[in-house]
């Protein structure tokens, strides 16, 4: 499933835990594709605290808590580390990452806490959602097959990543937007792992965060090339420094928001980074006084690409970043009308 969905299914099981609907979920996906980070953004939405408990790192009784003896019995003391209405709050998210990472005796010893939400007398807190997340045994990490009294504890969900999905989170975050124009140039490049390679540094939603931070320390250094392929591996490194190398030729983006006839590049890759960047204008302009003459201006702009796809992909990327907003601008009656066949067949 993809992330958008992933996130709708996640924030409807978040709030149905007040009102006791909700049912543990098991995210699946090879690593680096945003499975921790899915769930952080929906904690982060609704403003909730997040306890994420890495059980690959725990021994049982880190989770069962310690006995100690009262009188003539013996009870348990139980872990700060769970949730606790009175130190935590009502709601949150109990996160239980790298689940298929832990051994056996650590799973067994989560049996309770996920489908009874307690352990011996310790419960979890009504509001509070369980979700946990895991990588898939073909995917070369350190995993355990998952017990099946565990799996039948979850509702279960692969995460697949998705270019327009980590697009619009891209800009949201203020992504470079020279990365961005590149992954619309290579689309193929945002996820690349091959197992069975092994590779150590490898294209995926989480190391093109690495390589954005590059760009940001490097550009413009000899260093640039190494690091990017430090992060992304040899071949990605080596074609988004080349991509970086050509921007020199990009049209003038001031004058098109000023709305004079720029000529659109004949070359392909240069028409992506032009896309990408008049996008990510267009979301810096965000709420300005003259943000609506540079959507206007930009709306025109899309109308000249000659391949038509390339002005609807930029529209529909500043539609994501801008809302709903975009619609009220005088030019798109126009540019939709252009492109109404295109986006009809």
Known sequence: MRPAHLQAVLDREFTSASCGHHTPVMLWGPPGVGKSQIIAEVAARHAAPMIDIRLSQMEPSDLRGIPFRVGS?????????????????????????????????????????????????????PGWAIFAAGNRQGDRGVTYAMPAPLANRFSHFEVETNLDD???????NDMDE???GFLRFRPERLFDFDPAHNPVAFPSPRSWEFAHRALQKFG?????????QACVGPAAGLELNAFVENLDRMPDLDAILRGEDVPVPREIDLQYAVASALVGRAARAKGSSDAREI?????DYAGRFPLREMGVMLVSDM????????????????WANSVADVMLY
């Open 220 to 228: 413009g250094t000899p260093l640039l090339l190494a690091t990017l």
């Open 295 to 299: 959507y206007g201006c930009i709306l």
């Open 178 to 180: 020279r990365l961005i």
């Open 166 to 172: 980590w697009v619009a989170w891209a800009y949201e």
């Open 319 to 334: 539609h994501r970043a801008i809302g709903s907003q975009l619609f009220s601008v005088p030019q798109f009656s126009a």
């Open 73 to 125: 019995t013996v009870e348990w003391a139980t872990p700060a580390m769970l949730p606790d209405a009175g130190r935590h709050g009502d709601v949150g998210i109990l996160f239980l990452d790298e689940i298929t990472s832990a051994p056996p005796s650590v799973s067994a010893a989560a049996y309770q806490l996920i489908l009874d939400r307690r352990l011996g007398a310790y419960e979890v807190p």
